[in-house]
Every structure is written in structure tokens, then in C-alpha cells.
């Protein structure tokens, strides 16, 4: 797997120092109010995982299961809910966990069905984002990195269903996406 990578663009200790002062924010922006955290699976997984733990305010989790891509390394702009969330959100203040902005079409779709269940507030907060590349107009509040415009894997993020064990954020291989 090691071998499939080109390069190493957020390493561990980088990953772990910005989840920490994401997690710090949240925590300071949400004190006092009860927030619920839906990661968006699978990709936000790990993320979420290594976030929430950082979190110091009591909140409640729930997921959702997108799917945008299909096997395909591009947006297809057709968005399903292939698991929905286990808990009404009415009256909640939500906070969307996502891995990585690249039109903007998934989360633009997630924020507008959210918000028909009148939430008190839904923000969303995503480890890396591809600005190049947005489609949509979509207010992130909170972002990791920004990142070039290439197709990126490890840290729970995939490239066809493989590589999201890896504990870094990395480009492959060129030869690895033609195969
Ligand atoms: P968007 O709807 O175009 O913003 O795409 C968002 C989703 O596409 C993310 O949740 C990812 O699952 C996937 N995605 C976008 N860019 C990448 C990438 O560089 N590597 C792997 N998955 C990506
Ligand atoms: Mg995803």
C-alpha cells in the first residue's frame, strides 16, 4: 500500500495538531449549547473519531451514509442517502462532519434536507477542503487544510473503497489512478 504513495502531504503529528485546534474552537463556540455531531461516512470516520475525542462539551453522534461518487474519482452531482440519521434533529444544533470539500454538491444537498427538520443551527466543519474546485456556494465553518486540486487518500479517505487505513494524508501514484 505504502508503495502506491507519491506523496505525504499532512502528516500525523500535523493532522493530530490540527484536529486539536479545531476541536478547541468548537468546543469554545459550542459551550453551553447541546450539539450534535453527524459524520458523514465513511470517509469522515476517522476524522470524527480522533475529533469528538477533543471535543471537551457532552454531545451526542449520529451518521449518515452518502454516496456522490460510486466508483469514480469525479462528482457525479446526484447525491444518495444510503443510511439516513438514527435521531430527529429538531431544535438541535447540528455540526456536519465531513473528510474533504471538493464541489461542494454533497454538502450543499445535505445542508438544505437538514435544515427542512428545523434544527435550531447546522454548521459544518470539514478536515480538507479543494476551494479550485467548488460548484456551489457553500459557507464552511470550520476547515484543516486546504489542499491542491488532486485526488487524495489515507486518513479514512478513499480511492475506490482502498487506502483510507493509511494514517496520513497522501497523492498516489499517477500509474495507481490509471490502473
Ligand atoms: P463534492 O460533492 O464534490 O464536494 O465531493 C465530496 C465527496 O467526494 C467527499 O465526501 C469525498 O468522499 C469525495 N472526494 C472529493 N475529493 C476527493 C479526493 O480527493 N479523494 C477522495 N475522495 C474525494
Ligand atoms: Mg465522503
Known amino acids: 500500500m ?3 504513495v507519491k506523496e505525504i502531504l499532512f502528516n500525523e503529528e500535523e493532522i493530530a495538531k490540527k484536529v486539536k485546534e479545531l476541536a478547541k474552537k468548537i468546543t469554545e463556540d459550542y459551550r453551553g449549547k447541546d450539539l450534535t455531531v453527524i459524520g458523514i461516512l465513511k470517509g469522515s470516520n476517522i476524522f470524527m473519531g480522533d475529533l469528538i475525542r477533543k471535543i471537551d462539551i457532552p454531545l451526542q453522534i449520529d451518521f449518515m451514509v452518502v454516496s456522490s461518487y460510486g466508483q469514480s474519482t469525479e462528482s457525479s452531482g446526484i447525491v444518495r442517502v444510503i443510511k439516513d440519521l ?3 434533529i429538531e431544535g438541535k444544533n447540528i455540526l456536519i462532519v465531513e473528510d474533504i470539500i471538493d ?14 427538520r428545523k434544527p435550531q443551527s447546522v454548521k459544518i466543519c470539514s478536515l480538507l477542503d479543494k476551494p479550485a474546485r467548488r460548484r456551489v456556494d457553500l459557507e464552511v465553518d470550520y476547515i484543516g ?4 486540486d488532486e485526488f487524495i487518500v489515507g486518513y479514512g479517505i478513499d480511492y475506490s ?6 494514517p496520513y494524508i497522501a497523492v498516489l501514484k499517477d500509474e495507481v489512478y490509471n490502473k
Do not use: M, Q
Not at 103 to 115: N, R
Not at 161 to 166: A, D, G, M
Open 2 to 4: 505504502k508503495n502506491d
Open 145 to 148: 487544510f486546504e489542499t491542491p
Open 86 to 88: 438514527d435521531y430527529s
Open 103 to 116: 464541489t461542494g454538491l454533497t454538502l450543499a444537498y445535505l445542508k438544505e434536507i437538514l435544515l427542512k
Open 161 to 166: 473503497e482502498k487506502y483510507r487505513n493509511l
